[in-house]
């Protein structure tokens, strides 16, 4: 499992690796908002969370194709699914080299690109802290929708059909636990529930997406 | 003793019966190799042995975690070298030792190059390499000698008599003469599946079975 995770980051930041990619299409959308709704504070500092969270969901999308179709191209998920690890397994471990190459990053670099939006200072931890909580939930998702749509044609627009639904409890409680923080209200019940969605997630989607991947190996 | 017995076996491809009634069993030091005409369900028979598949009917007996599968595709990453790759199958496998396997497929020149520069003789030599370091003792492989020369075919064939005689087995799909000249042959031509016969495909659940 951990040959598996070595094998999986080292890919990421390989050549075509496709490492860094979500930060930078991140920093162009909160970059382009002002552009679209104006620069004035009180524009944009209402809107903030929503537009944070929102672009993490949509950089995370960009890759999520990637987790499993590369290794059903070159037929390595073939392999792995005859070799002694289980299949839950791979999909966890998987899940957990997408969240570390591409959700992290976009968790690290949240905050600065808060300031492009007048984010207040006090709501910035709450910032970090929603994305950390919330973000493993999405790779999760997102490996998930990626089993089932791994060997078609053109899966990723499909995927995303498929994720983004999924993706709404935890869109909505994150921003929420920001807006809660920004007015200086009391974000723990918000937070318990991003918390709880996460947990469920992460317990039962490698179960799955396992299935999904046995059924699409045939 | 026995290491895979098959007995009766019928597969699928696509929701049609491929071969079916196929039996056969492979001793310890025991290689058979498998013909038959395109599409007759050479793969999907591997493919049933090595686990992928669920079968339609009959029985496999063997232990578990037994087989080592090499299909068509190799599964090599190109942008990591020829050690990487096989370091990582070999972790997978919870092995350590590459090196007898690099010597093996004649790789230890190439060890520090990246799998993407390799040749298509080459790469497909690290795919079988990964064969070996798995330390699994039955072999199943779909056309292992695709763009070998023939001094590789030869070598791999030297690979495959010493695994049969570590108490080893290999169950081969192949179109050319290995050279394994005590190895039993299995035409799947008598085996295929008869068309309309009295079975009806299972439906929508055959999906989740």
């Not at chain 2, 096989?86 to 496998?93: G, Y």
């Not at chain 2, 795919?127 to 001094?151: C, F, K, M, N, Q």
Request: glycine share 10%.
């Amino acid at each position: 499992m951990i040959a598996l995770l070595i094998r999986d980051l080292r890919l990421a930041t390989r050549a075509g690796g496709g490492f860094g990619l979500a930060v930078a299409f991140f920093l162009i959308l909160c970059a382009l908002v002002p552009f679209g709704v104006g620069p004035d504070t009180s524009a944009l500092r209402p809107i903030a969370p929503g537009i944070l969270w929102l672009g993490a969901l949509l950089a995370c999308l960009l890759s999520l194709d990637r987790i499993f179709a590369l290794d059903y191209e070159d037929g390595s998920l073939d392999l792995l699914a005859t070799a002694p690890l289980p299949l839950e397994g791979v999909v966890a471990v998987k899940a957990l080299a997408h969240w570390i190459t591409t959700m992290l990053p976009l968790v690290v670099a949240a905050p600065l690109f808060g300031l492009l939006l007048h984010l207040p200072a006090q709501a910035v931890p709450w910032l970090i802290i929603s994305l950390l909580i919330g973000t493993p939930a999405m790779s999760m998702l997102g490996a998930f929708g990626a089993a089932v749509t791994v060997g078609l044609r053109r899966g990723g627009l499909l995927l995303s059909l498929l994720v983004l639904p999924l993706y709404i409890p935890t869109l909505i409680f994150g921003t929420e636990v920001i807006r809660r923080g920004q007015e200086g209200g009391d974000p723990a019940t918000p937070l318990l529930f991003l918390a709880g969605i996460t947990t469920g997630v992460i317990a039962l989607i490698p179960f799955a997406a396992a299935a999904a991947l046995r059924i699409n190996l045939r | 003793m026995s290491l895979l017995t098959v007995h009766d076996l019928a597969v699928s491809r696509g929701g049609l019966r491929a071969v079916e009634g196929v039996s056969f069993s492979l001793d310890a030091g025991q290689a058979l190799i498998l013909r038959g005409p395109n599409g007759v369900g050479k793969t999907t028979l591997l493919r049933t042995i090595a686990g992928l598949q669920p079968a339609v009917q009959g029985r496999m007996d063997m232990a578990e975690d037994a087989v080592a599968y090499a299909a068509h595709a190799d599964g090599l990453k190109t942008t990591l070298t020829v050690a990487e790759n096989l370091r990582f199958w070999a972790a997978v496998f919870g092995r350590r030792d590459i090196l007898p396997a690099l010597q093996a497929m004649d790789l230890t020149a190439l060890e520090d190059r990246p799998a993407g520069s390799l040749s298509a003789g080459q790469k497909r030599r690290l795919g079988l390499a990964r064969v070996l370091v798995s330390g699994r003792p039955i072999w199943v492989l779909d056309e292992p000698t695709v763009s070998l020369d023939a001094e590789s075919v030869t070598r791999f064939a030297a690979v495959i008599r010493d695994q049969l005689a570590h108490g080893g087995a290999a169950l081969i799909a192949t179109h050319i003469d290995l050279g394994l000249t005590e190895a039993a042959v299995l035409d799947l031509t008598a085996c295929r599946a008869r068309p309309g016969a009295t079975h009806r495909p299972a439906g929508f659940n055959e999906a989740f079975a």
